[in-house]
Each structure stands twice: as structure tokens, then as C-alpha cells.
């Protein structure tokens, strides 16, 4: 159904690992990692305090560079074995859609991610998409990450003014902060219409709420053949020219691009995604097969 006439937004999500990610992340001690002090300094954090405060410096300061010693910060990973992450999180698609939880649209690969898994079955639902989405990645009731509407319909109260609080940390900001590379593919219905232009501000932009990249359109809808599309903060029109161009197949080309990126330059760094598409949302724009 669509949020937007004030239905409700029925949310399916799919979290690989994601408890044992944060159990982990709270009972590790700090592990510093290579010779403490020289650029390739690794540590995980206990997490207690986010961002972390800066280590006070370990060198050795004197009138002379010659009789100085260099000291670097260690640069902060997460701890070993934590895992990826990858939250899909669709409009309008509840438990009769895909064949995963026994729906009538074939979802192989979800299915195939499941049975190697858990199945879980019930979500905190607001009933509409932004508050909904709010609560999901704050993990907080959706009133007080600001949410108590649709952004469209944000009013000048608290609780209702679609402004996530810089006290609400995203899930994309802690765990970036524990040292992982975090995105945002997709609809971002979580930043106030009054910010949701190329000339921002842009702190409520995935970009400003913890997650590193961002390729996806802003607002509660999109035309999936000309969408309103950025890459971080700038307007792009990769469908120019290109009539047979749809975001569903793109935004899965670019996510995949990106994470050979991350895999070319630091495989061991662990990503956590957030992918959202938009095509089962109305316009309905999905491509035909």
C-alpha cells in the first residue's frame, strides 16, 4: 500500500548477523594491532563512547626533529570475526510477496540467503515508511528519532519534525565509527523536504547520518527510469541517452561496484550496507522480467 495517501507501508528487512555484531562490539576489549605508534596501528574500541576520544600522544617532542619521535594514533577496526552486513528493507512488500516467508513472487536469492540463516518474522512497523525507517536505523520508537510522520508531512513540533537528533546515532554511524565502511543504496525517506535539494544542508543525508556513500534518490518516491538520483550529495543522470536504463538493475551494479572497490583496497575491512529499492513502490517502474 502507499504511504503516501496515509496507508500503511508494509516493511520486510532482511539483517545478516547483525545481533552478533553488536553482542561482539560490546564485550571486546580494546586489541591493538601491529607496532603501536607507526601508521599501520590498528585497535578495536570497547564502543562505550562514540566517536572515540583521541589517545593522548605517544611520542617524543624536542627542539630537534633529529632527536624527536613520531607517533601515530592507531586507526580504529572492528574487532576480529566481526561480520558484513547487508539490510534490505523494501516498500509495500509484506510476508505474501516473496517466496522466502511462503509469498507467490519468486526471490531465489533471498531464499537462498535464508536457508543458510534465520528467518525472523516480526518488525517494529509504524505503519508508514519514513517513521518506519527512522525507527530501523536509529532503534529507537520513531517519535523520538523525529519520525512521527512521513517527511513530507513534518510539522514544527517535537517528535513530528523529521529531523533525526544528533543524540539518535544511525546504526551507519556506529558502526562506522567501530571502523566500518558503511552506504545507503536506494530511497532515503528520512531527510526533511525542506533539505532534500542539491543545495542541502546535508547533514540529514545518509552522507551526514554515518553512511560513507550514498547512490539513491531522496523523497518517498521516485520514477525508476529518470529518478531524481544522486551519488553522496551530487545530481547525476546516468539514464541519459539510454532508454533502456532502470535504477532497479543500477543501483544493484553500483552496489556491487562498490563493495570490488572496498574488497580491492582493504578486503579485510567489513562493510555494512543498507539497501533499499524503490520499484515495488508506486510508479511501479520495475523492469519487465
Known amino acids: 500500500m502507499n504511504e503516501d495517501r496515509g496507508m500503511p507501508c508494509r516493511v520486510f528487512f532482511g539483517v545478516i548477523g547483525l545481533a552478533v555484531l553488536i553482542a561482539s562490539a560490546a564485550v571486546r576489549a580494546e586489541d591493538v594491532t601491529g607496532t603501536l605508534g607507526s601508521p599501520s596501528a590498528t585497535t578495536s574500541i570497547s564502543g562505550k563512547q562514540l566517536p572515540p576520544p583521541d589517545p593522548p600522544f605517544g611520542g617524543v617532542i624536542k627542539e630537534g626533529a633529529l632527536q624527536s619521535t613520531a607517533w601515530w594514533a592507531p586507526r580504529v577496526v572492528p574487532p576480529k570475526g566481526a561480520p558484513n552486513v547487508l539490510l534490505i528493507i523494501t516498500d509495500d512488500a509484506g510476508f505474501g510477496v516473496p517466496s522466502t516467508f511462503g509469498g507467490v513472487i519468486p526471490t531465489p536469492s533471498l531464499d537462498r540467503i535464508a536457508n543458510n540463516g534465520l528467518r525472523f518474522n516480526n518488525i517494529y512497523s509504524t505503519a508508514l515508511c519514513s517513521p518506519t525507517r527512522a525507527a530501523l536505523i536509529t532503534g529507537r520508537n520513531h517519535h523520538s528519532a523525529g519520525f512521527g510522520v512521513v517527511s513530507e508531512q513534518a510539522t514544527g513540533f517535537p517528535g513530528y519534525n523529521s ?99 572496498l574488497n580491492q583496497i582493504d578486503p579485510d575491512k567489513p562493510f555494512f550496507i543498507k539497501y533499499a529499492p524503490g520499484a515495488t513502490h508506486a510508479p511501479f517502474h520495475p523492469t519487465q522480467e
Open 163 to 261: 529531523i533525526i537528533g544528533k543524540d539518535k546515532a544511525t546504526i551507519g554511524r556506529i558502526l562506522r565509527d567501530n571502523g566500518y565502511a558503511t552506504s545507503w543504496f536506494g530511497k532515503d525517506h528520512n531527510t526533511p523536504a525542506f533539505a532534500a535539494s542539491a543545495l542541502g544542508p546535508f547533514d540529514q543525508w545518509p552522507t551526514g547520518l554515518g553512511f560513507e556513500y550514498f547512490y539513491g534518490f531522496v523523497g518517498g518516491d521516485a520514477n525508476q527510469w529518470q529518478p531524481n538520483l544522486f551519488r553522496n550529495t551530487t545530481q547525476i543522470y546516468p539514464f541519459q541517452g539510454k532508454p533502456g536504463w532502470n535504477l532497479v538493475t543500477a543501483m544493484a551494479d553500483d552496489a556491487i561496484d562498490h563493495l570490488h572497490k
